[in-house]
């Protein structure tokens, strides 16, 4: 009887023991804290959709107006004309009438050559064609005086055809005389080297008083159109319709050229021309457009960024291509309802353009969609709409399991 006694106080003890465990388990999960608004703050993101707390978000209205739709491409500034200016006659360059750089217009007077040798050879031709000219009357005169002795009888038929072939031999004469001095005038005028086209002028290649020569391959100096200017550009094989439909129908297609980084509008033009064949390497096709150019920001051989207009959606319903969001079914915004809670709307893409989507169908215009602040919200939650300029800022999730926030 000793002996069990002490094994059986060991085992009430177990017992007394176990169920005190049991106790602190149960009376510890029946007094934890419930996560109420009062103590982690109002409507907890996880205490159910009605209760959550309000999600600060952006939002941006959905907009009614035209978009215009356009291809891009990488083009170069190309001139209309570029001329090198050459002397057409040998000689002495006697004067420079330009300036490096110079803006000139056609025929304006650019260098001139020394005239003098021109002017003697036009002398002595005009002289040649004065005692041609001479020779020619007194030939006819003696013809005629040869006609009245034939009626008489007086000279022989071959008296007179002699007389009438020395008139034409000397009239052959004058003619050549005449083209000899209109050449002798010609080269004459060419002392004079004049702008053939208008445009704006390079570096100077010869200076006053060196000996030049005909059709020199350097030349005097080059000219380049620039008002107006052109831009050759491609685009891939797969957009020539989008190009070539508009201009058959007699619209005319509006072109941009920007700067390297896209973001200075240099000029605006239209499209000119489409080149009758694909490049069968590249699968492109070269445009060209050509723009006025008055203040010429564009520059020959300078690289721009091309944004041809072939499209204009008339009323779309346009929203920031950001607010967008891709899911299993399908695309989708969060709309802002009148009970400031986010609401899921399914809608139908049409282009983009940029930064920019056109909405074909699921939004009106003047609904706000969220466009920051989607990452956690979901359909009505509530939200509170945040003005430009204010940081969007998320409140705080759920405390992890086990711990209780701090107050």
């Known amino acids: 009887m000793s002996d069990k006694?002490?094994?059986?106080?060991?085992?009430?003890?177990?017992?007394?023991?176990?169920?005190?465990?049991?106790?602190?388990?149960?009376?510890?999960?029946?007094?934890?804290?419930?996560?109420?608004?009062?103590?982690?703050?109002?409507?907890?993101?996880?205490?159910?959709?009605?209760?959550?707390?309000?999600?600060?978000?952006?939002v941006v209205k959905a907009e009614r107006r035209n978009l215009g739709i356009h291809l891009k491409a990488i083009g170069t500034v190309t001139p209309f004309n570029t001329v090198t200016v050459r002397s057409r006659v040998d000689g002495q360059l006697l004067k420079v009438a330009f300036d490096e750089g110079q803006q000139?217009?056609?025929?304006?007077?650019?260098?001139?050559?020394?005239?003098?040798?021109?002017?003697?050879?036009?002398?002595?031709?005009?002289?040649?064609?004065?005692?041609?000219?001479?020779?020619?009357?007194t030939a006819r005169a003696d013809l005629e005086r040869f006609r009245q002795l034939y009626e008489k009888s007086l000279v022989t038929s071959q008296q007179m055809e002699a007389q009438q072939a020395l008139v034409r031999q000397r009239e052959g004469a004058l003619a050549a005389d005449k083209a000899a001095a209109d050449d002798a005038r010609l080269e004459l005028t060419y002392t004079r080297i004049e702008a053939p086209i208008s445009g704006r002028l390079g570096l100077r290649r010869v200076d006053a008083g060196n000996l030049v020569r005909a059709n020199d391959t350097n030349g005097l100096v080059v000219i380049t159109q620039t008002k107006p200017i052109s831009v050759m550009f491609t685009v891939p094989e797969v957009d020539l319709a989008k190009v070539l439909e508009p201009m058959r129908a007699g619209e005319k297609l509006v072109a941009e050229a920007w700067d390297r980084s896209e973001q200075n509008l240099l000029a605006t033009g239209v499209l000119t021309t489409v080149d009758n064949q694909i490049d069968l390497a590249t699968g492109t096709v070269r445009l060209k457009a050509e723009f006025a150019n008055a203040d010429e920001r564009l520059f020959p051989n300078q690289f721009v960024n091309v944004r041809l207009r072939v499209r204009t959606l008339a009323d779309a319903v346009v929203i920031p291509a950001a607010a967008v969001q891709f899911g299993s079914r399908g695309t989708y915004v969060f709309v802002v309802n009148d009970k400031n809670q986010s609401t899921v709307r399914e809608i139908t893409l049409g282009p983009a353009e940029g930064q920019e989507q056109v909405v074909l169908s699921g939004l009106t215009p003047g609904e706000p969609v969220v466009l920051e602040g989607i990452d956690r919200l979901r359909e009505g939650r509530n939200v509170v709409i945040v003005e430009d300029g204010v940081a969007v800022t998320p409140p705080p999730g759920p405390p992890p399991a086990g711990k209780k926030r701090k107050e």
């Open 104 to 137: 000139v217009e056609a025929g304006q007077l650019l260098a001139e050559i020394d005239p003098e040798p021109y002017r003697i050879a036009l002398a002595q031709v005009e002289g040649r064609q004065q005692q041609n000219i001479a020779q020619l009357e």
């Open 5 to 58: 006694h002490p094994s059986s106080r060991r085992r009430w003890v177990l017992y007394v023991v176990i169920a005190l465990v049991i106790a602190a388990g149960v009376w510890h999960f029946s007094s934890r804290e419930k996560p109420t608004g009062n103590r982690w703050g109002p409507n907890p993101a996880w205490a159910g959709t009605s209760n959550s707390p309000a999600m600060p978000v952006r």
